[in-house]
């Protein structure tokens, strides 16, 4: 009796063992899924589903770029993460129809809303309507390393010759994927 109860005890100790270890390792497992749908779930109170996929470079840092598309076809979602790692590092929802945009970017704490149309920071020149019509934002992310010149993400200023020899503009602008997406008025250089 005594080999049968030892028996069964080995029997239950392994199937209660290999249970905790399947846990285990599924949890470990679903850790990024699991942070970026849970952030999207909170943000999204509809229905989502992840759209194209790219992997970019930016100051020698792989980074995956995902597009989540949402069933109004001119309302569109992008998350930011490190390859390979389970944090956001920045998000964007775009309604194109009203052309706002609210960014978070998770490496300063920043968020902002804003009411976009693409410029040249050097001139403050706005993009046309019919440059509009079929703009996406995750068209201008790059495949692989980037050369571009202007900044991936956030606010950065740029100083501009001004009118005179001896006077210069600041311009201040709110980047997402290299698109400059709001630029504050020029103000005089503080030199």
């Known amino acids: 009796m005594k080999k049968i109860f030892y028996g069964l005890f080995l029997v239950l100790f392994g ?3 290999s249970c905790k270890q399947e846990i285990q390792t599924t949890d470990r497992n679903t850790g990024h899924k699991d942070r970026v749908i849970a952030f999207l779930d909170n943000y999204y109170h509809s229905a989502y589903t992840f759209g194209r996929k790219k992997t970019t470079v930016v100051d020698n840092k792989p980074l995956v770029v995902r597009e ?3 069933s109004d076809k001119n309302h569109k979602g992008y998350v930011v993460t490190p390859l390979g790692k389970d ?5 964007a929802d775009v309604n194109y129809s009203t052309s706002n945009i609210y960014v978070v970017d998770n490496t300063t704490g920043h968020t902002d809303r804003f009411h976009f149309n693409p410029r040249n920071p050097a001139t403050g020149n706005e993009a046309r309507p019919e440059q509009m019509q079929n703009f996406d934002f995750f068209d201008n992310v790059s495949n692989g390393n980037t050369s571009q010149k202007a900044y991936f993400w956030g606010e950065h200023c740029q100083d501009f010759p001004g009118e005179t020899y001896d006077t210069c503009i600041t311009v201040c602008c709110y980047y997402v994927f290299w698109v400059a997406v709001h630029c504050d008025d020029p103000k005089p250089c503080n030199w």
């Open 15 to 17: 199937i209660v063992l």
């Open 87 to 91: 944090k956001i590092l920045y998000f």
């Open 68 to 70: 989540i598309l949402l």
